[in-house]
Structures are given as structure tokens and as C-alpha cells.
Nanobody
Framework: QVQLVESGGGLVQAGGSLRLSCVSS????????MGWYRQAPGKQREFVACISSGASTNYADSVKGRFTISRDNAKNTLYLQMNSLKPEDTAVYYC???????????WGQGTQVTVSS
């Protein structure tokens, strides 16, 4: 059974930093593509960043240069380092993993990030 559990969200002032974590069980993060998405109130879920099994990364233009996606294979954990946070970064952040073998997608439950101005 695949399970993703996010943590690290919270309330921070504009310009501050947070690091989100996504611990995976039941599937190996290093073998599969993973990503971070976010959903603000009243808006659709949107892409934030992703990392491939080969460790290639990609970012949404809105977070490029401020956010960094990474993973710790030994801990089977995905991270999102968020710096220079802005009020418009406020959202629930979700991690997702796509199984390379089955193409099934699994989501975590989300973690709330609130940036005050």
C-alpha cells in the first residue's frame, strides 16, 4: 500500500522560508517521478515542481529561483525548500508520486502553507 505523508507547513511572514517533507511508504522515491502541487482557496490545483527518477528537476515559473525540490533516497523522502515566500504562495501543498511501472499516481493528504504580508 502506497502512502505519502506531507509535513512542514505552517504560518510564515512574507520573505520567510519553510521546508516541506513528503515521506513515502510502499514505493521507492528514487525509482519514480515525484512532484509538488498546490491549491489555493477557490483555485485549481497547480504544478509547483517535479523531480524525475534521474534527478532532473523542473519548476513553475512562479517559484523558479525561490523553491528547490530534492529527495533523500535513504529516507525515502521528498522535500520542497521554499525561500522568499510571498502571500500568493499561500495554499495547501500536495506531493505526488507516479509509478514508473504502473503509471498510477498517488497523492498525499496535503499540508497548509500560509504566508502573511
Amino acid at each position: 500500500q502506497v502512502q505519502l505523508v506531507e509535513s512542514g507547513g505552517g504560518l510564515v511572514q512574507a520573505g520567510g522560508s519553510l521546508r516541506l517533507s513528503c515521506v513515502s511508504s510502499g514505493i521507492i522515491v528514487s525509482n519514480n517521478a515525484m512532484g509538488w502541487y498546490r491549491q489555493a482557496p477557490g483555485k485549481q490545483r497547480e504544478f509547483v515542481a517535479c523531480i524525475s527518477s534521474g534527478a532532473s528537476t523542473n519548476y513553475a515559473d512562479s517559484v523558479k529561483g525561490r523553491f528547490t525540490i530534492s529527495r533523500d533516497n535513504a529516507k525515502n523522502t521528498l522535500y520542497l525548500q521554499m525561500n522568499s515566500l510571498k502571500p500568493e504562495d499561500t495554499a495547501v501543498y500536495y506531493c505526488k508520486i507516479t509509478s514508473r511501472s504502473t503509471l498510477m499516481q498517488y497523492w498525499g493528504q496535503g499540508t497548509q502553507v500560509t504566508v502573511s504580508s
